[in-house]
């Protein structure tokens, strides 16, 4: 897509180049300009001429036009097939797409994971409806959401069940992350309007030591998690 753009304008600019040369020319020539203005053979070249570079222009611009419209087709498909239509955030497919990068390879030393649940969801489902639950999982989502930025990936793995992957990880960033989220869940739960925010959750930290794979590191943390009362 760069690429085409970049032709693109460098196509305008030409264009506008020699038609700024031709004008020039034609003007500041004024033998030529005579000729232009007597001859009807010439007159008709340049109308022709100048027709093909309006034309062209037209043209130019018409695939800029659709060009804008198909890249923002783009962005909007890539949203809807990353994003969860629920939470907003990274999908199951984002999830997976990263944790590809790791597959059959040899974990890194310094990458975490932390699994989340929201422990009463099924309860508000049951209590409220399914939409008043959906509405938990988008603030949940967003509390992650603010909680992860400059820290972690975060995305919703199904269901009541989110997870942070932590890329370059260390102690400190798995506990501002986690700190951000206990304070941001407090705070929403403070509204009395709003139903409340109640989650657990795990940590995996490879920490340098042979971990297994990917999913491994991912599967431990699910375990903790569901430890957790």
Same mark, same amino acid.
């Given at each position: 897509?760069?690429? #085409?753009? /970049?032709?693109?304008?460098?196509?305008?600019?030409?264009?506008?180049?020699?038609?700024?040369?031709?004008?020039?020319?034609?003007?500041?020539?004024?033998?030529?300009?005579?000729?232009?203005?007597?001859? %009807?053979?010439?007159?008709?070249?340049?109308?022709? $001429?100048?027709?093909?570079?309006? +034309? =062209?222009?037209? #043209?130019?611009?018409?695939?800029?036009?659709? #060009?804008?419209?198909?890249?923002? &087709?783009?962005?909007?498909?890539? #949203?809807?097939?990353? @994003?969860? %239509?629920?939470?907003?955030?990274?999908?199951?497919?984002?999830?997976?797409? $990263?944790?590809?990068?790791? $597959?059959?390879?040899? +974990?890194?030393?310094? /990458?975490?994971? /932390?699994?989340?649940? /929201?422990?009463? +969801?099924?309860?508000?489902?049951? @209590?409220?409806?399914?939409?008043?639950?959906?509405?938990?999982?988008? &603030?949940? @989502?967003?509390?992650?959401?603010?909680?992860? @930025?400059?820290?972690?990936?975060?995305?919703?793995?199904?269901?009541? &069940?989110?997870?942070? +992957?932590?890329?370059?990880?260390?102690?400190?960033?798995?506990?501002?992350?986690?700190?951000?989220?206990?304070?941001?869940?407090?705070?929403?739960?403070?509204?009395?309007?709003?139903? %409340?925010?109640?989650?657990?959750?795990?940590?995996?930290?490879?920490?340098?030591? %042979?971990?297994? =794979? *990917?999913? &491994?590191? *991912?599967?431990?943390?699910?375990?903790?998690?569901?430890?957790?009362?």
């Amino acid at each position: 897509m760069k690429k #085409f753009d /970049i032709l693109k304008t460098v196509q305008l600019v030409l264009f506008i180049g020699l038609a700024c040369i031709g004008l020039f020319k034609i003007l500041a020539d004024a033998r030529l300009y005579h000729l232009v203005a007597t001859d %009807p053979q010439i007159r008709t070249l340049c109308i022709l $001429l100048w027709s093909v570079l309006v +034309l =062209s222009f037209l #043209f130019i611009f018409l695939d800029f036009s659709h #060009f804008s419209t198909f890249k923002r &087709e783009y962005k909007e498909l890539d #949203f809807a097939v990353s @994003s969860d %239509p629920v939470s907003g955030i990274a999908n199951r497919y984002s999830c997976d797409t $990263l944790i590809e990068k790791y $597959l059959d390879k040899p +974990l890194p030393d310094n /990458i975490g994971c /932390i699994t989340l649940d /929201i422990t009463n +969801l099924k309860e508000i489902n049951r @209590s409220y409806g399914h939409l008043r639950g959906n509405d938990l999982i988008r &603030e949940f @989502s967003l509390i992650l959401q603010t909680a992860s @930025s400059g820290l972690c990936f975060v995305g919703r793995n199904g269901g009541n &069940e989110f997870i942070a +992957l932590f890329e370059n990880c260390s102690r400190e960033k798995l506990k501002t992350f986690l700190s951000g989220v206990s304070q941001r869940v407090s705070e929403h739960n403070e509204h009395s309007d709003a139903l %409340p925010v109640f989650f657990r959750y795990g940590v995996a930290f490879n920490e340098g030591h %042979p971990s297994g =794979s *990917i999913t &491994e590191l *991912i599967a431990l943390s699910g375990k903790r998690a569901r430890r957790r009362k």
